[in-house]
């Protein structure tokens, strides 16, 4: 499986960018897809998740409220918009699969940075 992901970038605070992964395969063979973010110095964290089957969603404390993920069976694609952004908010974000199987998939990454 190969992820593909897009749409980071320079934001001032406050702002809103919408992220996206796309998959090689179809998502109905994935349990759950997310996307965690590792800013410099800390280790990688899962910002938010969703059951892919059941929509079933899960957001870090630090997400609640400013993030939404959703996804999209037609186009293979997670998706992660975020708005309120702050500075600590910064990090490069990855987008990671879980399938069926047991296999962890993860994409190379996209920098957002949040800056005035």
């Known amino acids: 499986v190969q992820l593909v992901e897009s749409g980071g970038g320079l934001v001032q605070p406050g702002g809103s960018l919408r992220l996206s992964c796309a998959a090689s395969e179809s998502t109905v063979d994935f349990y759950s897809m997310g996307w965690h973010r590792q800013a410099p110095g800390k280790e990688r964290e899962l910002v938010a998740g969703?059951?892919?089957?059941?929509?079933?969603?899960t957001y870090a404390d630090s997400a609640k409220g400013r993030f939404t993920i959703s996804r999209d069976y037609a186009k293979n694609t997670v998706y992660l918009q975020m708005n309120s952004l702050k500075p600590e908010d910064t990090a490069v974000y990855y987008c990671?699969?879980?399938?069926?199987?047991?296999?962890?998939?993860w994409g190379q990454g996209t920098q957002v940075t949040v800056s005035s």
């Open positions: 990671k699969v879980h399938s069926l199987y047991g296999y962890d998939y």
């Open positions: 969703i059951i892919t089957r059941s929509g079933t969603t």
